[in-house]
């Protein structure tokens, strides 16, 4: 399956997106772990994107379109399918995504929209914690780790201070809309709706897929 999920900021695409790879066995995009990834290792890439992320601001298009595009194009993607988490999110990278998909012979098959109150987000990036070792997401309170665990084990994120978490959300409410119209309007998206527990979001979004499937 080719597939998109969309969201704002601590929608939960990331904690969607991992259980949704482990059942249907697809490859998992995610532009914002590839800039992480990128970041950690001070390549030029991350040195660039790193001055736009630490500002809650979006990376040029063009970096950001390339780096999907040369991840699409590897070997393993037409046998798995893939699930692309936080791309596109300008209008201009929805029209390159359409151009590369149509240049690999690859199919948008759906979108999986996950709608959120703004209003619970800051409460939910302000708790989120990464385990070190694997990347694994939780959440403090919503989601904590099991047993008795050891915060130096985990680390949060430079972009989830209050003040950048603000401006994420702005950029993303307005550039948001158009993106999920152009889907919308080729009858891809499912809504999903995501001011429920973690694990009733992925029953509902489980549901869509197998009738995809
Ligand atoms: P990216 O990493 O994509 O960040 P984002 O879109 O801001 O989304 P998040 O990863 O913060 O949230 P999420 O929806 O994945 O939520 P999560 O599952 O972790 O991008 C980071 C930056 O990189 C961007 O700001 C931009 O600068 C740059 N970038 C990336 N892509 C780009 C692009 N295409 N173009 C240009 N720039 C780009 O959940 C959040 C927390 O909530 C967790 O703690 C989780 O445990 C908890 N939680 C999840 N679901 C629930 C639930 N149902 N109930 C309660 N808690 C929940
Ligand atoms: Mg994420």
Redesign the pocket.
Known sequence: MNLLIMGLPGAG??TQAAKIVEAFQIAHI?T?DMFRAAMANETEMGLLAKSYISKGELVPDEVTNGIVKERLAQDDIKGTGFLL??YPRTIEQAHALDATLAELGLKLEGVINIKVDPSSLLERLSGRIIHKKTGETFHKVFNPPAGDYNEDDYYQREDDKPETVKRRLDVNIAQGEPIIEHYRAQGLVHDIEGNQAIDAVFADIEKVLTNLK
Do not use: C, I, L, Y
């Open positions: 695409k990331g995610s914002g988490d936080g």
